[in-house]
Every structure is written in C-alpha cells, then in structure tokens.
C-alpha cells in the first residue's frame, strides 16, 4: 500500500523533480569551473607565458623602468672650412665620475657613444692645433642624441719668451750700486764689489768705472790738499810758490791719480782682460782674511774668475811713473830706480788699503750692508 503511493505520488511530482535535477547538476558544473584559474591568452594567435613575466619575456623583476633604459650620443667635428677632423679626442663627462668615456674621432670626423645612461651630460673636444671645444646636453631614456655639429677653431700661438739678461747688464747693474758706495757717505769707494760671484766688467765698464773715479768732486778734493801739503812743504820746489806753483803741483798730482786710474784700472785690465776690482771676503778667520787682503795687491781676479799676478795694477804704476817725468820739474823727476821703488811703495799702499777693506771700511758704507758678502 505504501509503495503504491510512493510511486504514485512520484508520478505526480515527476515533472518537477526532473527540472530540480536539472537545474542542480547545471549549478555544480558552473561553481566546478570558476573554482578553476583559466589561462592566459594575449588576443588573437597569442601564446600563453608564465606567472610574473613582462612583455619581452624578462621577469618583471629583472626589467629596468623605461627612464633608466640607456641611449646613445653621436657628433661630427669639423674645422673652421667645415673639412672633418680626425683624430680629436672626445671626453664624455657626467655627474657620475665612473661613468667618464672617451673616444676618438674618426676619418669621417664622427664619433659615438652607446650605452649611455641618460641624464645630463658634458663633452669635450680637444685637438693638437685647435682650441678645445665644449658641449653639453641631457640625454633621454632611450633617446638618440645628435650633437650638432661641432667646429674646431684654430689654437691662438703663445710663445713663451724667456729674458735672460747677459753677463754685461749683470755687470751693469753691479756696477750702479758700486757707483754708490761712499765711505761715511762721501769717500767713493766704487772699486770694491761686496757681492757674491760678480760679473765681470766688459771694456767699456772698466772704463765707465775709471771715469766716474776721476771726475768725481772727491777726487778733485784729495788732489787739491795733497796739492796744498807739497806747496806747504815746498816739495818740487821747481813749481815755485803762490797761486802759478799751487796750480802746477794740483796739475801733477791730478796727472798721477788720473793716469794710474785709466792705465792701472781700465786700459791694461782690458787688454789683459783682468779686473781691477778688489773683491770683499768677509768670511772665515781673521788670518785667512789678513792673507787674503795682502795677496790682493799683487794678484788680482781673470775676467775667466781665476786669481792671476796683478800685471795691470803693477804695470800700471810704472807706467804712471814713467809718464810723471814729462811734466814735473827736471830737478825732481824720478830716474828709474826711484820709479821701482815708488812702485813697490804703491803695493804697499795697495796692501794697507786693502786691509782696511777688509776690517774697517764696510762698517763706514752705509750702502754696502745691503749687499751679499763675496768668497774668493
């Protein structure tokens, strides 16, 4: 009884359990494919690529943004005719030190740099003949940087000139400070040299030297009262007295200074090219120096630097002597045994004179504190 009314009321109901049953097994086929992941289709014809990947097939994570993707900077140099230069060297500068390149210019003057991160940029262009050029830019990502054409101007010449002054403007110099050296400010004192390795003295300065000697109004002074002690002592008594034997004997002695300065101090150190100038020591012990000062009135210094026998100074006072007998009275001429002796009596003088330079005469002029101290 029972099971006739199950299947009878399964009958009734048949219509709708067949739709509920559909409508079912289409509900869990729809969920069962969402729960999938479909795959990955990129348009038309397209082929699948795996999780993560970017549009060249490079993991994303391996790609550079494309601001930092690098490019490329190219130019041409040309001179001043528009002809290429090759050759030139051309210095890619950045921000980045390390990153610095360098290229050379080809025949066609061109010249390019790949693989270049973008950013600002600086180049530089040099060379040999030309001035250096510069340029700059920024270079994009990516980008293809043209830089217009770069033209060389001709490098201007400089020529470095170099004065070096000669042996003779040396000496010159030296020689207007000598010009300035008095004794106590007054006594000239022009003949002695207090600095370190002089020049020598060309002729025509032995000469300069000479004539500032002789005509300086000192030099007129000491003739003059050597004049007045010889009229006193009625010395070359030939000249007789009054203003006529004062005149004579100022004319004589001036006759003696003035030949024994030129012959002794200027004609023959020219000729035999030695200086007549007596050289400051300063230096070492006070023996040393004594013996260096009595030499020097019988050897003197080579224009070449090398002591030699003082020929000019010797030859030169006899030379004076001899000449003294053409204008001093016949009664008081010296023959020429008096004219050797007055002669070795000069290098006595020379020898006392130049101890007195060396020990004395430098603390009395004032100017020669400035100079440097001279070594033989």
């Not at 009734?12 to 992941?37: C, D």
């Not at 921000?95 to 693989?115: K, P, V």
């Not at 830089?147 to 207007?176: F, G, H, N």
């Not at 004219?339 to 020898?351: D, Q, R, V, Y």
Request: proline residues 6%; glycine residues 10%.
């Amino acid at each position: 009884m029972i099971m006739i009314l199950m299947v009878g009321t399964m009958r009734r109901y048949t219509p709708w359990v067949v739709f509920l049953s559909l409508t079912a097994l289409f509900w869990g086929l729809s969920t069962s494919a969402q729960s999938q992941e479909p795959p990955v289709v990129q348009g038309q014809g397209a082929e699948s690529r795996p999780p993560n990947a970017g549009g060249n097939g490079v993991p994303a994570s391996q790609q550079l943004p494309d601001l930092q993707a690098p490019g490329t900077i190219s130019g041409i140099v040309v001179d001043q005719t528009g002809a290429p230069v090759s050759g030139a060297r051309v210095k890619l500068s950045r921000e980045d030190q390390s990153a610095n390149q360098e290229s050379l210019s080809d025949i066609d003057g061109r010249f390019t740099f790949a693989q270049v991160a973008p950013g600002p940029f600086q180049l530089t262009i040099d060379s040999a003949g030309f001035a250096t050029q510069a340029s700059s830019g920024t270079l994009r990502s990516r980008e293809n940087y043209a830089i217009p054409q770069i033209t060389l101007a001709v490098a201007t010449a400089v020529t470095e000139v170099r004065v070096v002054p000669t042996r003779t403007d040396v000496a010159e110099d030296q020689i207007k400070v000598q010009e300035k050296q008095r004794v106590l400010g007054v006594v000239p004192n022009f003949y002695v040299s207090y600095v370190h390795n002089p020049a020598p003295l060309a002729p025509k300065q032995k000469f300069e030297l000479a004539w500032k000697t002789a005509v300086d109004p000192v030099s007129f002074g000491v003739n003059g009262a050597v004049a007045g002690i010889q009229q006193a002592q009625n010395q070359f008594s030939g000249y007789g007295q009054g203003a006529q034997g004062y005149a004579k004997r100022f004319g004589a002695s001036y006759a003696d200074f003035l030949t024994n300065t030129f012959i002794g101090g200027a004609m023959l150190p020219s000729l035999l090219k030695q200086d007549p100038r007596y050289f400051y020591k300063g230096s070492g012990s006070k023996r040393s120096r004594i013996l260096y000062a009595l030499a020097n009135s019988v050897i003197c210094k080579g224009d070449d630097g090398h002591w030699q026998a003082n020929y000019s100074g010797i030859i030169g006072s006899l030379a004076a002597g001899g000449i003294s007998n053409l204008y001093y009275p016949a009664k008081n001429r010296d023959g020429v045994e008096l004219t050797f002796e007055n002669t070795l009596i000069g290098i006595g003088e020379s020898a006392a004179v130049n101890l007195l330079q060396e020990f004395v005469v430098r603390k009395l002029t004032p100017s020669a504190s400035r100079h440097a101290t001279a070594s033989p």
